[in-house]
């Protein structure tokens, strides 16, 4: 066969493909970044309605319907305590978790949410991580570095091989622990349940709610992890990102378990009171309204704000840092999340 006819049809086939998948692309509604919507500033003088869903995985803490209307009690009082917005939580759903995930298994196919799946470092492995270390201190230098380390993990010279030590040993800690109900609280044989990108990008699509709360550990370190989530082992506690379907422009997922789940490793490295897990889990999750809300970018200063996230998986250290407090300095906003 000639050698550019041969050339020209498989050009033909590729296109064929393409013209394929943008038909059936084509059939869904807003794709999830094109384009973006401009962010716009949020009144303050507003009641904000935020609808919230609620993914419950089985073996994992679970909220009564009590808990719930108690969290969002807590949330509403603390967003307009730190952040001076005004909002009202309703629950839209509860859904458990193979049921919710299922029904974006299509999404989850798209190529551009395929391309930041692949980020996931699923098996911890070792060259990945090191270049995310080695990014994060030229990033952020050796002494912003070395807050984030633990006692025990300080030995080293090097901050960044300090924080690649810190972090696998941890994942790996997370990956033989199990929670009270006898479950791994990471379980490696179903990573989806565990994976900050798998979740973010079902954010992008979702249309009815503007929060996702799951009760499961986030914790699969990826190639685009902050410092906070590396120096935890991967450990997500939440995210918000944009989204065309909803009036904020955005949607933010939290993840519950670094406050409610009580296994032997997140009891020693998170010791919050029995009676203060929903406060401080309802404090924490204005980090992220301050995100969503206040258009805050992510900063690794302002002491005592509740927009620094927490420096490891103390979360009650935290809490107790910005508690009674609010922060007057200037946040850098966003443009989009």
């Not at 309802?282 to 005592?304: F, K, M, S």
Request: glycine share 6%; charged share 25%; with cysteine.
């Amino acid at each position: 066969m000639n050698k550019g006819l041969l050339f020209s049809r498989e050009i033909f086939l590729v296109l064929l493909l393409f013209w394929g998948a943008a038909e059936l692309w084509s059939e869904k509604e807003i794709l999830p970044h094109d384009p973006l919507r401009p962010l716009e500033e949020i009144d303050r003088n507003k009641v904000h309605v935020l609808k919230v869903g609620y993914v419950e995985l089985e073996g994992y803490p679970v909220l009564s319907h009590e808990s719930r209307l108690q969290y969002e009690n807590l949330v509403e009082q603390a967003t307009l305590k730190y952040l001076s917005y005004k909002v009202d939580l309703q629950k839209a759903w509860v859904k458990p978790a193979p049921s919710f995930y299922e029904s974006y298994e299509q999404h989850l196919k798209h190529p551009s949410v395929q391309e930041y799946l692949s980020w996931d470092i699923m098996d911890g492995d070792l060259k990945r991580m090191k270049a995310v270390a080695d990014r994060l201190k030229k990033k952020h230098g050796n002494e912003k570095i070395w807050e984030y380390i633990l006692p025990k993990m300080s030995s080293s010279k090097d901050s960044a091989k300090a924080l690649l030590e810190q972090s696998q040993y941890l994942f790996k800690k997370f990956s033989f622990e199990k929670g009270q109900k006898g479950k791994p609280i990471l379980d490696r044989k179903n990573p989806i349940y565990h994976s900050f990108w798998t979740l973010n990008g079902i954010q992008v699509f979702v249309d009815d709610v503007d929060i996702l709360v799951v009760n499961q550990l986030i914790c699969i370190p990826d190639e685009w992890m902050p410092l906070y989530s590396m120096a935890r082992g991967g450990v997500t506690t939440g995210a918000v990102d944009d989204n065309h379907h909803r009036p904020l422009g955005g949607t933010a997922f939290m993840s519950l378990y670094p406050f409610l789940g009580k296994d032997a490793l997140f009891n020693k490295l998170n010791p919050i009171p029995d009676d203060r897990r929903l406060e401080v889990a309802a404090v924490y999750t204005t980090h992220e309204l301050g995100h969503l809300l206040g258009r805050r970018a992510e900063i690794y200063d302002h002491a005592g704000c509740v927009s620094k996230a927490a420096t490891g998986l103390d979360y009650w250290k935290w809490f107790k840092g910005v508690e009674g407090k609010t922060c007057s300095q200037k946040h850098p906003v966003l443009t989009s999340f």
